[in-house]
Structure formats: C-alpha cells, structure tokens
C-alpha cells in the first residue's frame, strides 16, 4: 500500500503518527470490505459459483472475479467481441481514406480493464496457454503493453465463454 511506503519515509514524529493511522484506518476499511464481500457470496450461491467460476482460471483471484462480475453482469450472455467491446478491449481502427493508423482500445468499462490488469499480468506469467500466447506475441514484435492487453481480453473472452458453457473446464 503507497500510503505505508509514504509513512516509512517521513521524519516528523507528528506525521508519522498520522499516516500509521490512516494506514490504520485503511485496513481496517478494506476488512470491511472484505468481511461484506463473503457475507455477499454465502446469501447469493449463484454469484459465488459465478465467482467460482472465473476464480478456476489460473491468474484470477477473488477480488478479480467478483469486480468482473459486478461492473460486467451481462458476461456469460454475450459473443466474444461484445464481451471484449463491453469490457473496453476491442481494438478500434483510426483510418480515413487511404491512411491507415495505429488500432487503439477504449471505451467500455474502465473499470474491467483496471480489474483484468493484474490478473492478465499474472496470467502471462504463470498460466501455460496464456503465457505462450503472450510470448509469441512479443516475440513477434508487440510491445509489452499490446501483448499484455491482447492477454486481457483472451482472458474475458474466456470468463465470458465459461460463464455461458458452466460445464467446461478453464485452461490452465
């Protein structure tokens, strides 16, 4: 947490004491959080197999699924370039005549992108068909930022896809 960081480097005893009680405060807020987030889980079982769900692919955690899950409800009802356009994935061309431009993402729901961030960050590193692909993928040129945010949306196309087909298996 930054503000923990902050308070390590501060020299004025009055300041110290005040950002470890933010520090205080904050923790205490994010158990809030947390505590609340089970309690939601064990009323609604059909949010916590959702979350379930998309918790069995490798790289997704709670925090991860339940944010999808709250910012994107329609998932598991969409195609694959609904689910990467509604999640702000999608590439988009910028062309006019004969001029061809970078295809940029944007859009959706900032939000998801924030929430797939981390897990695609993870997902590249520690899950074998993700990681594969974003190796290939900058072992073709991509800078690591493309590869990592064409990991992002294979991994919500995926939630997508598991959420409609509950039967199947991730790849992990």
Do not use: C
């Not at 005040?18 to 309690?39: C, F, G, W, Y």
């Not at 790289?59 to 689910?83: F, K």
């Not at 295809?103 to 590249?124: D, E, F, N, S």
């Not at 990592?148 to 991994?155: N, P, Q, S």
Request: aromatic share 2%; hydrophobic share 45%.
């Amino acid at each position: 947490m930054a503000q923990r960081l902050q308070a390590e480097h501060l020299t004025l005893p009055v300041l110290q004491r005040q950002a470890k009680s933010l520090v205080r405060q904050l923790e205490q807020a994010v158990q809030q959080i947390e505590d609340q987030l089970a309690i939601l889980r064990t009323e609604v079982p059909a949010l916590d197999q959702r979350a379930q769900t998309l918790q069995s692919i490798k790289g997704v955690g709670a925090i991860t699924a339940l944010s999808v899950l709250a910012e994107l409800p329609e998932l598991g009802t969409l195609n694959r370039g609904q689910a990467a356009a509604l999640a702000g994935l999608a590439p988009h061309p910028r062309e006019s005549g004969q001029w061809r431009g970078r295809r940029t993402i944007g859009g959706g729901r900032p939000p998801i992108r924030r929430a797939l961030y981390m897990a695609a960050l993870v997902a590249a590193r520690s899950n074998q068909p993700f990681k594969e692909f974003y190796q290939r993928l900058r072992l073709a040129g991509k800078p690591a930022k493309v590869a990592l945010t064409a990991v992002m949306r294979k991994l919500v196309v995926l939630m997508n896809h598991l959420l409609k087909n509950p039967s199947l298996e991730p790849i992990n």
